[in-house]
């Protein structure tokens, strides 16, 4: 643990590199404790204290536990640590979650209540998104404005003038990006169909749209499997991508794609199961 690093300087620098990490800050203390009210620990996802000061191992532990819960879910929560007679006069056992409040109980001798913001600071999700079309171009732009980290990949000859993504790759080879949440839309529309496809699905991810019609993902299926391509990896693409809106232009087309892909990404963090996409009876391509 490095505690005269500056906890602020840190967060500004992993949140500019994409590093996941939990920022716990102290929120309120009662009686004898380690750590004060407005105290601050960065901590990352092995469970490394990377800097800052939160107290001992009376608030340790309880504290480790929930920054792993929140990098899992995405979620902030706020744990409070008491006595056991305290926990008692509550009426709440160890481990046990009230009004937004999630209960442990310190074990020290100083018997201090220590009250625990942890918040999660998570990488950009990452969209992927293949090929030179208006709708392709049309989702990068809106994805980058509502937070995603965007690649955009085509050959660069297909373009009038290059466009703003926060990745370019010229052709379809692209590797894997490196956020943990990952989403990608195939949109060539008969430019590079197939091998952007089979590059997609190189690429695990949360979600694989094909900007097309359903005829035309039966043909380029068809091809695929006949090449080998696994029938589970073609199985996850929603073809036509996106939720069913009455969609016309390539600017409603993304939009359409986007709350999708939103409904996928925030089901975790709602409790929700994962949810699979449905098909839509939208025609594109």
């Known amino acids: 643990m490095t505690a005269h690093v500056d906890v602020l300087d840190l967060v500004s620098r992993l949140k500019a590199a994409d590093e996941p990490f939990v920022l716990a800050t102290v929120v309120r203390t009662v009686s004898v404790t380690a750590a004060k009210a407005g105290a601050k620990a960065i901590i990352r996802p092995d469970g490394r204290v990377e800097a800052g000061w939160i107290g001992g191992g009376c608030a340790r532990g309880a504290t480790l536990k929930a920054a792993r819960e929140a990098l899992a879910d995405g979620r902030s929560r706020l744990i409070s640590i008491q006595p056991e007679d305290l926990l008692d006069e509550l009426g709440v056992k160890p481990g046990e979650q009230r009004a937004g409040v999630k209960f442990a109980k310190n074990m020290c001798p100083s018997q201090g209540t220590m009250d625990i913001f942890v918040e999660p600071m998570?990488?950009?999700?990452?969209?992927?998104?293949?090929?030179?079309?208006?709708?392709?171009?049309?989702?990068a732009g809106q994805a980058r404005q509502l937070g995603f980290h965007v690649t955009l990949a085509a050959p660069f000859g297909e373009f009038a003038e290059m466009p703003e993504a926060d990745r370019l790759v010229d052709g379809f080879g692209i590797g894997a990006p490196q956020s943990a949440q990952r989403f990608v839309v195939v949109s060539t529309q008969g430019k590079g169909d197939e091998a952007a496809l089979r590059a997609a699905l190189g690429i695990e991810a949360g979600y694989h749209g094909f900007v097309g019609s359903r005829r035309k993902m039966a043909a380029l299926r068809q091809s695929l499997a006949g090449a080998g391509v696994a029938a589970e990896a073609l199985d996850r693409v929603k073809a036509p991508a996106g939720l069913d809106i009455g969609a016309i232009t390539p600017e409603e087309i993304a939009l359409s794609i986007l709350a999708e892909i939103v409904v996928v990404?925030?089901?975790?963090?709602?409790g929700e199961a994962p949810r699979e996409p449905q098909g839509s009876s939208r025609k594109s391509g």
């Open 265 to 270: 990404r925030r089901a975790g963090q709602r």
């Open 122 to 139: 998570l990488p950009r999700p990452s969209l992927v998104v293949l090929g030179s079309s208006p709708v392709a171009l049309a989702l």
